[in-house]
C-alpha cells in the first residue's frame, strides 16, 4: 500500500484540526478531541441518593441500554437511574415526585463537545429512543482494492478503519466494490477461455450477505466502534451486485442498497434485477439519518427525491468517478437535498488490476484519479477532493448546518412566490 495520508478541515469550534497528515503520525485510538481526567471527573461534585427523590424500579429494554450507557457518560451523570429520571423529567415531569432532578455535570466536558440530546417520548411502548450527536467527524476512505485477494483486501480496510477511528472518527464511508474489485479489468464477454477464467475468479471473490466476509465487516464496525458504510461486490446465488453495506458500531446490519442502474459496461458483470421495484432504505442513527445511492444511480432525481422526502442528513455517495462532471453532481445533490454528502473513490493504477503484466504501458498510470470529498448542505466543500493517492478524507461535520440550507431554500421559495404573485397581478391589471 502507497504512503497514506489523512485529509482534514478544522471545524470552527476550538478544536484544531491538522491538513494532510501522514498516517503513521496518527496511532490508534488517538483523537484530536479532549477528555477530562478521570481523577478530575471523580473529584467534581455527582449527585446523591439522599439528594433523589424516592422512586421505583423501571424496567428497561435491553436494546435501550448502550443508549442510555452513553447518554449517562455524556451527561456524566452518576447512574442509570439517574439517566432515566433526568429524561422522565425532560420528557413528562408530572409523573416525578417532587424533588431535585439529577443535572448534568457540564464542567467535565469540554465547551465543543456538550451534549445538545434530542429526547424521543421513551414512555410510548414502541417509541425507539434515540440520542443524537449534533456534531460529527466523518472519513471517506480513497483507496484501492486487492484484486482477487478478499481477505487482503478486508485487512485493508481494517487499518483504515482503526487510522480513521483513531483519528476520532464517527462514520467511514468506503468507495464501491472496495470488497470484491471494480470490474476495470474485465474483458467483454465473449467464448474465450482466459476471460471465463477471469470471471470465475472475480465471482469468488464476491461476498456473500449474510456470510463469512460479511460477518468480519461487523467484527471490525464493532471493534472500532464506528458506523461503517462499504461497497461490496455481493454474490447471490449465481448474480453479482454492486452493494452498499450499513453497520452500527455494535457491528448490527442495518440494512444494505443495491445498485439499481449499472452502467452500460457495467451491465456484463453486475444484476440490477428486481431492485428498481424497491424502497430506498433510510437509517436514523445517533449520527443523523444515513442513506445514500451508488455511483450511476445518483443521477436520477426520482431516486433522490426519495431520499429527501425522507429526511436523509447524511447522504453517502460511494462511486467510480473521479471527474468534474460528479463534482458538480455531488455539489447540486447537497444543496438540492439540505443534507451532507460524503463521496468515496478509489484511486487506482494499473498495477492493481490483474492485466496489468499483459498489456503495454506503464504500470504505474493512473486508472482512477480518486476525487473523494465531503460537501456541505449549503455546496462548500468540506474535504478534499484529492487525486494525489490514497487517502483518508475527514471532516467535523454540523447538522445544524442543514436547518439553516433548509430555512435559506424556504426563504428562497417564498421570494420566488411573491415575485411570481406580484408579476401575476401586474399582467392582470
Given at each position: 500500500?502507497?504512503?497514506?495520508?489523512?485529509?482534514?478541515?478544522?471545524?470552527?469550534?476550538?478544536?484544531?484540526?491538522?491538513?494532510?497528515?501522514?498516517?503513521?503520525?496518527?496511532?490508534?485510538?488517538?483523537?484530536?478531541g479532549s477528555s477530562p481526567p478521570a481523577a478530575a471527573s471523580r473529584r467534581r461534585g455527582r449527585p446523591t441518593a439522599s439528594h433523589l427523590p424516592p422512586r421505583k424500579s423501571i424496567s428497561v429494554s435491553t436494546s435501550w441500554y448502550p443508549l442510555l450507557v452513553q447518554l449517562k457518560n455524556e451527561l456524566h451523570l452518576r447512574s442509570l437511574a439517574d439517566t432515566v429520571h433526568w429524561l422522565i423529567h425532560r420528557v413528562r415531569p408530572d409523573l416525578l415526585p417532587t424533588g431535585p432532578t439529577p443535572k448534568p455535570d457540564k464542567r467535565s466536558a469540554p465547551e465543543a463537545s456538550d451534549p445538545e440530546p434530542i429526547c424521543m417520548p421513551i414512555l410510548q411502548a414502541k417509541a425507539r429512543l434515540l440520542i443524537q450527536k449534533r456534531s460529527i467527524r466523518a472519513t471517506v476512505v480513497q483507496a484501492a482494492s486487492l484484486f482477487f485477494d478478499t481477505p487482503g483486501t478486508l485487512d485493508k480496510a481494517e487499518r483504515l478503519i482503526a487510522i480513521a477511528a483513531g483519528y476520532g472518527s464517527h462514520l467511514i464511508v468506503f468507495p464501491e466494490a472496495f470488497v470484491g474489485g471494480y470490474p476495470r479489468c474485465m474483458p467483454p464477454v465473449d467464448s474465450g477461455a482466459k476471460?471465463?477464467?477471469?470471471?470465475?475468479?472475480?465471482?469468488?471473490?464476491?461476498?456473500?450477505?449474510?456470510?463469512?466476509?460479511?460477518?468480519s465487516l461487523g467484527k471490525i464496525a464493532a471493534k472500532h466502534r464506528v458506523y461503517l458504510v462499504i461497497g461490496v461486490v455481493e454474490r447471490s446465488g449465481k448474480v453479482l451486485y454492486s452493494t452498499m453495506l450499513f453497520f452500527d458500531p455494535a457491528g448490527r446490519i442495518l440494512g444494505r442498497q443495491r445498485k439499481m442502474f449499472p452502467s452500460p459496461s457495467e451491465t456484463a458483470v453486475w444484476s440490477s434485477?428486481?431492485?428498481?421495484?424497491?424502497?430506498?432504505?433510510?437509517?436514523?442513527?445517533?449520527?443523523?439519518?444515513?442513506?445514500?445511492?451508488?455511483?450511476?444511480?445518483?443521477?436520477?432525481?426520482?431516486?433522490?427525491?426519495?431520499?429527501?422526502?425522507?429526511?436523509?442528513?447524511?447522504?453517502?455517495?460511494?462511486?467510480?468517478?473521479?471527474?468534474?462532471?460528479?463534482?458538480?453532481?455531488?455539489?447540486?445533490?447537497?444543496?438540492e437535498g439540505s443534507c451532507f454528502v460524503l463521496s468515496a473513490n478509489q484511486f487506482c493504477r494499473r498495477k492493481d488490476y490483474p492485466l496489468a503484466a499483459d498489456q503495454d504501458g506503464d504500470i504505474n498510470?493512473?486508472?482512477?484519479?480518486?476525487?473523494?470529498?465531503?460537501?456541505?448542505?449549503?455546496?462548500?466543500?468540506?474535504?478534499?477532493?484529492?487525486?494525489?493517492?490514497?487517502?483518508?478524507?475527514s471532516a467535523d461535520i454540523d447538522l445544524k448546518e442543514i436547518d439553516g440550507a433548509k430555512s435559506k431554500l424556504m426563504r428562497i421559495n417564498q421570494t420566488e412566490s411573491n415575485v411570481d404573485a406580484r408579476a401575476g397581478s401586474s399582467h392582470g391589471s
Open positions: 500500500m502507497e504512503d497514506l495520508h489523512v485529509l482534514a478541515v478544522p471545524t470552527p469550534t476550538k478544536q484544531k484540526s491538522t491538513a494532510k497528515t501522514t498516517a503513521a503520525g496518527i496511532k490508534a485510538g488517538e483523537t484530536n476471460d471465463e477464467e477471469l470471471m470465475l475468479k472475480y465471482r469468488s471473490s464476491a461476498i456473500e450477505v449474510p456470510g463469512p466476509e460479511f460477518e434485477e428486481g431492485q428498481c421495484n424497491s424502497s430506498l432504505p433510510l437509517y436514523q442513527t445517533i449520527v443523523g439519518n444515513v442513506g445514500g445511492l451508488i455511483c450511476w444511480d445518483n443521477i436520477f432525481p426520482l431516486l433522490r427525491n426519495e431520499l429527501y422526502a425522507k429526511g436523509i442528513e447524511i447522504y453517502c455517495a460511494p462511486n467510480a468517478d473521479p471527474g468534474e462532471m460528479w463534482r458538480s453532481a455531488a455539489v447540486h445533490i447537497a444543496v498510470e493512473i486508472v482512477c484519479a480518486g476525487g473523494s470529498f465531503i460537501v456541505s448542505p449549503s455546496g462548500t466543500i468540506l474535504s478534499g477532493p484529492d487525486h494525489e493517492g490514497e487517502c483518508l478524507i
